[in-house]
């Protein structure tokens, strides 16, 4: 896969989050926000796979799909 990913890069994905994220805003759009799990995650083109044990610890969960 060619190593890990450069700082470069992780630094462009975050400036895309934000402008996503301004652009929602601009449209009236409110993010998901994840409460039950005390983390926002907003994913444009990923899939998070969490191991299932974290299922077995955690059973108040919401899963939101945005952009998939």
Known sequence: W???LSQAW???QLNLQKLILARMLELGMTP???FDLELLLICTSYIFILHHTYFQVST???IYL???
Do not use: A, H, T, Y
Request: glycine share 34%; proline share 7%; hydrophobic share 40%.
């Open 66 to 68: 945005i952009g998939i």
């Open 2 to 4: 060619g190593g890990p």
């Open 10 to 12: 992780l630094d462009g």
């Open 32 to 34: 998901g926000l994840f």
């Open 60 to 62: 108040k969960f919401n």
